[in-house]
């Protein structure tokens, strides 16, 4: 029997541990949409074990955490929402479990061991499939349990799913990380690189559309080296629809009917071959807007963050990607205050967000995280001048969006409409091609549908539009 045969009997057993009863459980996700995948998994697993979700903490029977340690305020939620739920806990009995990234650190799980003992099962990225069989131990021998492994890391298929939305959906092409970046915790928390066979894929994007799944989110670490270790090492790749690299699978998804739009997050600048700006050009389902992460604008900051590419390098990309593909668009992320940056060197960043002129930056203060690279050298740069940087660098990009919103109105954009603005009931909102939140009045059948709104006013978040 195969392992997630396994786990469909320890469904049933929990299934049947909970006859007669209506458990509830709640789930806090925290971290990036690899993770949010991965919860919509384990919702998946719990409904079918006869959990039903509530968003009322006092309710649950059953109290789950999907952690991430990408950065340390992560770190401070977890433990806020522990000291929280403790008086519950004696109150009620609730189990309480934690899993996710953040549990592949010792240091972390030794924290919870010593200070938050209430705490029922633990368990890590590489153990997420087992859920079933650790939740029906910790239930049926009212033990604590911890169940966590340090490996490479395999991939598992036919993982029960519940999705957050019924418009968009998150497909994980690859799982880990080859790239160690010396600043990054995910290569050593989620493992080494290995993609998903395209047939999994593809079946999985071709079920998605049949359900009226309007676009796709293709996921991974480093999706454009997807099939890289694989073709490297020699590892079988099943031949499916002509499928062996990212650029082929973008042009094998874009052919399934009824998807409209596809997005993938997030690849590497190194990574980006000239197959993959043709097939982003070629691929009308493909968004035009590119999530190209930078980190630092400065040479010699990058190659101490072991990026592998130059402030050069990537601006030379960017030009050829607009180049090759009209109306392109790109979104990035930027770190601040990594260990020794200069004020100097940190004008680079700035000059690159300037000529860049990204649609949207993500900006992060330099967190030290244990066990890397970046956490043993000695020049850290002390708090008040990261947030200094970090104020320069959000003026900058505030500016950039007020000045890039006003290109919006007048023009027609294409939104796909997500359902009703949670500001404003009035109002419908949706997203453009490149990302930007539109709202509008109109009919709530809209919902679902990619239609053509005029840009009317734009208030630096969102834009409004209307219909035509
Ligand atoms: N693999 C993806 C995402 C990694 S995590 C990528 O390479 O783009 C998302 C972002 O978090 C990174 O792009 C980086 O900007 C930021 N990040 C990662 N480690 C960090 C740290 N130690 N401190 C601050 N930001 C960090
Ligand atoms: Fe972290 Fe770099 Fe890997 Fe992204 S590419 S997950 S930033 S090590
Ligand atoms: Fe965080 Fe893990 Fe994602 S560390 S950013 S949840 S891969």
Same mark, same amino acid.
């Given at each position: 029997?195969?392992?997630?045969?396994?786990?469909?009997?320890?469904?049933?057993?929990?299934?049947?541990?909970?006859?007669?009863?209506? /458990?509830?459980?709640?789930? @806090?996700?925290?971290?990036?949409?690899?993770?949010?995948? !991965?919860?919509?998994?384990?919702?998946?697993?719990?409904?079918?074990?006869?959990?039903?979700?509530?968003?009322?903490?006092?309710?649950?029977?059953?109290?789950?955490?999907?952690?991430?340690?990408? *950065?340390?305020?992560?770190?401070?939620?977890?433990?806020?929402? @522990?000291?929280?739920?403790?008086?519950?806990?004696?109150?009620?009995?609730?189990?309480?479990?934690?899993?996710?990234?953040?549990?592949?650190?010792?240091?972390?799980?030794?924290?919870? +061991?010593?200070?938050?003992?209430?705490?029922?099962?633990?368990?890590?990225?590489?153990?997420?499939?087992?859920?079933?069989?650790?939740?029906?131990?910790? @239930?049926?021998? %009212? &033990?604590?349990?911890?169940?966590?492994?340090?490996?490479?890391?395999?991939?598992?298929?036919?993982? /029960?799913?519940?999705?957050?939305?019924?418009?968009?959906?998150?497909?994980?092409?690859?799982?880990?990380?080859?790239?160690?970046?010396?600043?990054?915790?995910?290569?050593?928390?989620?493992? *080494?690189?290995?993609? *998903?066979?395209?047939?999994?894929?593809?079946?999985?994007?071709?079920?998605?559309?049949?359900?009226?799944?309007?676009?796709?989110?293709?996921?991974?670490?480093?999706?454009?080296?997807?099939?890289?270790?694989?073709?490297?090492?020699?590892?079988?790749?099943?031949?499916?629809?002509?499928?062996?690299?990212?650029?082929?699978?973008?042009?094998?998804?874009? &052919?399934?009917?009824?998807?409209?739009?596809?997005?993938?997050?997030?690849?590497?600048?190194?990574?980006?071959? !000239? #197959?993959?700006?043709?097939?982003?050009?070629?691929?009308? %389902?493909?968004?035009?807007?590119?999530?190209? /992460?930078?980190?630092?604008?400065?040479?010699?900051?990058?190659?101490?963050?072991?990026?592998?590419?130059?402030?050069?390098?990537?601006?030379?990309?960017?030009? &050829?990607?607009?180049?090759?593909?009209?109306?392109?668009?790109?979104?990035?992320?930027?770190?601040?205050?990594?260990?020794?940056?200069?004020?100097?060197?940190?004008?680079?960043?700035?000059?690159?967000?300037?000529?860049?002129?990204?649609?949207?930056?993500?900006?992060?203060?330099?967190?030290?995280?244990?066990?890397?690279?970046? #956490?043993? %050298?000695?020049?850290?740069? /002390?708090?008040?001048?990261?947030?200094? *940087?970090?104020?320069?660098?959000?003026?900058?990009?505030?500016?950039?969006?007020?000045?890039?919103?006003?290109?919006?109105?007048?023009?027609?954009?294409?939104?796909?409409?997500?359902?009703?603005?949670?500001?404003?009931?009035?109002?419908?909102?949706?997203?453009?091609?490149?990302?930007?939140?539109?709202?509008?009045?109109?009919? +709530?059948?809209?919902?679902?549908?990619?239609?053509?709104?005029?840009?009317?006013?734009?208030?630096?978040?969102?834009?409004?539009?209307?219909?035509?």
């Amino acid at each position: 029997m195969n392992e997630i045969e396994i786990q469909k009997q320890y469904i049933e057993k929990v299934k049947a541990f909970n006859q007669g009863k209506l /458990p509830k459980y709640t789930i @806090l996700t925290m971290g990036c949409q690899l993770n949010e995948n !991965d919860s919509e998994k384990l919702s998946g697993m719990l409904e079918q074990m006869g959990y039903e979700r509530t968003e009322k903490q006092e309710e649950a029977d059953l109290a789950l955490f999907n952690t991430c340690c990408v *950065r340390e305020n992560a770190e401070d939620k977890l433990f806020g929402k @522990l000291g929280e739920l403790k008086r519950l806990k004696e109150q009620k009995g609730m189990i309480i479990a934690i899993g996710g990234c953040m549990m592949q650190e010792k240091h972390i799980t030794n924290k919870i +061991k010593q200070s938050y003992p209430f705490v029922d099962l633990l368990f890590g990225t590489h153990t997420l499939h087992k859920f079933p069989e650790d939740l029906y131990k910790t @239930l049926d021998e %009212k &033990k604590k349990l911890e169940d966590i492994i340090d490996i490479e890391g395999k991939i598992y298929e036919g993982l /029960p799913i519940k999705r957050n939305s019924k418009i968009q959906a998150s497909v994980t092409i690859m799982n880990g990380c080859n790239n160690f970046c010396s600043y990054c915790i995910v290569p050593y928390v989620r493992g *080494r690189e290995r993609s *998903r066979q395209p047939r999994d894929i593809i079946q999985e994007v071709k079920e998605l559309a049949e359900k009226g799944y309007q676009e796709i989110t293709l996921l991974g670490q480093n999706v454009n080296s997807y099939l890289r270790v694989e073709k490297e090492k020699g590892l079988p790749i099943e031949e499916y629809e002509g499928v062996d690299s990212f650029a082929s699978l973008l042009k094998a998804i874009n &052919k399934i009917d009824g998807i409209q739009r596809i997005r993938f997050v997030s690849p590497h600048p190194k990574d980006f071959t !000239d #197959d993959v700006i043709e097939a982003i050009r070629s691929c009308e %389902k493909v968004c035009k807007l590119i999530h190209l /992460p930078l980190q630092s604008g400065n040479s010699k900051v990058l190659e101490e963050m072991n990026r592998k590419y130059t402030k050069e390098q990537y601006l030379s990309l960017v030009e &050829k990607m607009k180049k090759a593909i009209p109306n392109l668009t790109l979104s990035t992320d930027i770190i601040v205050g990594f260990p020794g940056e200069t004020d100097q060197e940190f004008e680079d960043t700035l000059d690159v967000v300037k000529k860049v002129k990204f649609e949207q930056v993500y900006m992060f203060l330099y967190s030290r995280r244990v066990g890397t690279p970046g #956490d043993k %050298k000695e020049n850290q740069i /002390p708090e008040e001048q990261k947030h200094k *940087r970090f104020d320069q660098l959000k003026d900058l990009v505030e500016s950039q969006t007020e000045e890039n919103n006003q290109k919006y109105i007048g023009t027609i954009q294409k939104v796909l409409v997500e359902g009703e603005s949670k500001n404003n009931k009035a109002f419908l909102t949706g997203r453009t091609d490149s990302n930007k939140v539109v709202i509008f009045e109109g009919d +709530k059948k809209r919902i679902g549908q990619v239609i053509d709104l005029k840009i009317i006013s734009q208030h630096i978040w969102y834009l409004k539009g209307e219909e035509i």
